[in-house]
């Protein structure tokens, strides 16, 4: 399968990955077309384990379900105490970019070259408890870093400014280390507080509540989501 890489999209603008977590699983196709018409620039897929994280989701059946009905490209998190066993059902299912968590108990190297090997996109992603320092040694190994404002597992919970010097830690490195690498937020990322984790260095944000369930329509949610790509750092 030949999958959609991250570096084919726009560096100009804030990337919006809107999270299915939010939405109607019981009618997910047309939830996703719903955000892909709104103009979303990715998807992104909340795979949980009942082990890593204390909450289950979906598998590669569902992923690739999906696959069937947009060409948007996959960015699956995969929240997972075994990546490893899981990266080729999930690159096979349509994944384009897999992102793994650091704290995971596979050794992060062999998980990079497991998902490069699939010809996919590599993010790693780091809980709220993690420090940024652990990422140096895979900073030149990856396409992106997710860094979660909220503790993994459950949508809608609130977002923790805490996390904004560390996006800003994080920005740095990637300049010094490789400056195409992206970095992605997750959890309670709305209008409110995009902003300032923008101007910290986040060029992707996931937003589940705040695309899905938005009073005003996930086209208009996206709208201003992108609104605000005035406000990424120079790279
Ligand atoms: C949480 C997930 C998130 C979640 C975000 O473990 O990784 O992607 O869906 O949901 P909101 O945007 O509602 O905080
Ligand atoms: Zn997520």
Redesign the pocket.
Known sequence: MRHRLLGELSREKVLVSP????SDFSCLGEEVKRVESGGCDML?L?I?DGHF?P?LTFGPGVVSSLRKGTGLLFDT?L?LTNPLSYVKAFAEAGSDLITFHVESEDDPREVVDAIRGQGCSVGISVKPGTSAKVLEQYIELVDMVLV??????????S?MAEMIPKVAEIAAMFREKNPRGLIEV?????ARTAPEIIRAGAGVL????????AKEGAAEAIRVLHSYSELLPAR
Not at 19 to 22: K, T
Not at 148 to 157: A, I, K, L, N, S
Not at 206 to 213: C, D, I, K, L, N
Request: aromatic share 8%; proline share 3%.
């Open positions: 999270s299915v977590l939010a992104h909340d949980m994280v909450n998190h929240m979660m404002t909220v503790e993994p597992g459950f949508g809608g919970q977002f997750d959890g309670g990322i709305d996931v937003a589940g509540t705040a695309v899905f369930r």
